[in-house]
Antibody, heavy 118, light 108 residues
Framework: QVQLVQSGAEVKKPGSSVRVSCKASGGTFSSYEINWVRQAPGQGLEWMGGIIPMVNRTNYARTFQGRVTLTADESTTTAYMELSSLRSDDTAAYYC???????????WGRGTLVTVSS | DIQMTQSPSSLSASVGDRVTITCQASQDIKYYLNWYQQKPGKAPKLLIYDASNLETGVPSRFSGSGSGTHFTFTINNLQPDDIATYYCQQCNEALPFTFGPGTKVDLK
């Protein structure tokens, strides 16, 4: 069974960057797509982007293009999401989710709360 | 981007009721539509994929149907454990993989 363990909560200043990690176990890491989805407090789900480690291919939602960078380390089966130029409206829970089939978010991490506050 | 709408935005139902949620896509997404359940403070959970396929381990009282632009999600015999927010998500090849705004289901 695939398990995704995300890094802990973060508090960041506006204008700074945050890096969230997502360590996978129990699956074939390289062949899955790792997606990132965020959820602002009391709001819905927003897909940010995805990465397929095997081919190092990334896709980003236009909303985040230029501010988000997705990477993956196959040796440690860990994926990373870095979001830069943080604003207060980036305050949200950030989830990683693995897909065995493109777009189907089968397995989810528990989420990492990122709070952006001066 | 493909826009997803859901209705209703919230509903109240009694244990044992049949609950139906609709999801509409702004363009044809064939059957590339998934449904997720999210309970407060928890990560979403995949229930239905490709419009009508039940994810392994999901109770059979959950079902989905539809294709193209119009989709339906049904809970038969609503249980207290089904109280949650439900999201549709399109996963057509056209990125991004957009979600509907969600439908909050609670007990009457």
């Amino acid at each position: 069974q695939v398990q995704l363990v995300q890094s802990g909560a973060e508090v960041k200043k506006p204008g700074s960057s945050v890096r969230v990690s997502c360590k996978a176990s129990g699956g074939t890491f390289s062949s899955y797509e790792i997606n990132w989805v965020r959820q602002a407090p009391g709001q819905g789900l927003e897909w940010m982007g995805g990465i397929i480690p095997m081919v190092n291919r990334t896709n980003y939602a236009r909303t985040f293009q230029g501010r988000v960078t997705l990477t993956a380390d196959e040796s440690t089966t860990t994926a990373y999401m870095e979001l830069s130029s943080l604003r207060s409206d980036d305050t949200a829970a950030y989830y990683c989710a693995m897909s065995g089939v493109i777009g189907r978010l089968d397995y989810w991490g528990r989420g990492t709360l990122v709070t952006v506050s001066s | 981007d493909i826009q997803m709408t859901q209705s209703p935005s919230s509903l109240s139902a009694s244990v044992g009721d049949r609950v139906t949620i609709t999801c509409q896509a702004s363009q044809d997404i064939k059957y590339y539509l998934n449904w997720y359940q999210q309970k407060p403070g928890k990560a979403p959970k995949l229930l239905i994929y490709d419009a009508s396929n039940l994810e392994t381990g999901v109770p059979s009282r959950f079902s989905g149907s539809g294709s193209g632009t119009h989709f339906t999600f049904t809970i038969n015999n609503l249980q207290p454990d089904d109280i949650a927010t439900y999201y549709c998500q399109q996963c057509n090849e056209a990125l991004p993989f957009t979600f509907g705004p969600g439908t909050k289901v609670d007990l009457k």
